[in-house]
């Protein structure tokens, strides 16, 4: 066995680990990225569910927004008030304020409000009866009443009530999304509790055409618009249209001369359901 060669080869594997430590040690000094040791600490004391409410794509993220000081222990929606106070001493910051959220529907054309035109048979979901002509409503524009929303709040925040309207319970409610995105009609928001005034209505047409189709659909009236302070409501395609910017301004006196009840003032944790009223 040439002994010198064995040498050799492992001087040369010896000096080419060496290297190649060495590459990986400044390596890792150079493009080391300094992770903030609260980051898990904090990630560990949020509730995991990633709904999004608070403004992050997720609870990973909403911790690094607490630990770089962008935003409050507060804006979390699930925390409950022990679970911001401890995130809050954790950090050594003020637990904040932040306006409640949770999301409004914008119909009040139950059944036995709302005309129907067909009875839809099929697969027994909202996506489903809206892809064969809009559903069985009259109101294309109107809750098909099927309870998809119902079915994605992981919170039991929305129940469906005797007239096919979901009903938001806005203290389980967390402003999660779920339902705005299942709604194949858009008729869900999100909206903070301090804004009151409501149009619980999508339709387009206008006057009596539209209160054939439903009750209390907005008929484009304008009587709300007059009532209300100035700039704070305006007509647009058939609809009476509310200027959140102007929150402040706006009160309840634009409800009163509403014909068909279509625009509401609820108040702070309260769901309009004038549809059910009526």
Not at 146 to 163: H, K, R, S, W
Not at 181 to 199: N, R, S
Not at 234 to 260: F, H, K
Request: proline residues 4%; aromatic residues 6%; hydrophobic residues 45%.
């Amino acid at each position: 066995m040439d002994w010198t060669a064995v040498g050799t080869a492992v001087s040369t594997l010896g000096g080419v680990a060496m290297v190649f430590g060495a590459l990986i040690a400044l390596a890792h000094h150079y493009f080391h990225v300094y992770e903030d040791p609260r980051l898990e600490a904090v990630t560990e004391l949020l509730p995991g569910s990633n709904c999004g409410a608070c403004g992050f794509a997720g609870c990973r993220a909403f911790a690094e927004g607490l630990v770089e000081g962008a935003t409050e222990p507060a804006c979390c929606t699930q925390l409950g008030a022990d679970g911001i106070a401890d995130v809050a001493d954790y950090l050594g910051v003020a637990a904040g304020e932040a306006i409640k959220r949770v999301a409004r529907l914008l119909c009040a054309g139950g059944h036995h409000t709302a005309l129907q035109r067909a009875e839809y048979r099929g697969l027994e979901t909202c996506a489903a009866a809206a892809t064969i002509a809009s559903g069985g409503k009259a109101c294309t524009w109107g809750c098909l009443g099927l309870g998809d929303c119902e079915v994605v709040c992981d919170y039991d925040a929305i129940t469906m009530n005797p007239f096919g309207l979901p009903v938001v319970d806005t203290v389980r409610c967390t402003a999660c999304n779920d339902c705005v995105e299942a709604c194949p009609k858009d008729l869900f928001v999100l909206m903070p509790v301090t804004q009151h005034l409501l149009v619980q209505c999508r339709s387009r047409i206008e006057g009596d055409e539209a209160e054939a189709l439903c009750k209390v659909a907005c008929t484009a009236c304008g009587k709300c618009a007059l009532d209300a302070a100035p700039g704070v409501i305006a007509m647009s395609d058939g609809l009476a249209v509310i200027d959140y910017t102007r929150n402040d301004q706006a009160g309840p006196e634009a409800t009163v001369r509403c014909p068909t009840s279509a625009i509401v003032w609820v108040e702070d944790m309260q769901f309009a359901d004038e549809g059910m009223a009526r």
